[in-house]
């Protein structure tokens, strides 16, 4: 005969309170709080965008391909980026409650030197 119990091993999953976060589940807590910060940061340029969706009289002060554009491609053009600036926080969410430690260094090393590019190459032909 085994020497071992035959009733169950009570589980020890202690799941406190019916609110959005779990005490065990840090990674959600993070993701909401970059979402956030995200969201903080775009929050102006999803201003802007929409205005220029919304406004086609707003075509005049952009110079080159978008003062050529019909007006239906411009307000598509705008729709779009603001579609894209609105799921912005919901993917960093996302990422960062889904992505391993390592994963998400990379991304960010990824994002950083993007940044950095596109400074360096915006005071090289801008200014």
Known sequence: MSSKSKTPAKAD?????????LESDRSSAWAWLAGLIVLVFVAVPISATLAFATHPNTQQLFAGRLSD?????????????TLLLVALPFLVGLGI???????????????????????????????
């Open 97 to 127: 409650a889904k992505l391993s430690s390592r994963a998400l260094a990379i991304v960010a090393a990824i994002v950083a030197i993007l940044v950095i590019a596109a400074v360096v190459l915006g005071q090289l032909f801008i200014f």
């Open 69 to 81: 554009a019909t007006v239906g491609g411009y307000q598509a053009f705008w729709w779009i980026v």
């Open 13 to 21: 999953s202690h799941q406190s309170g019916s609110g959005v976060f």
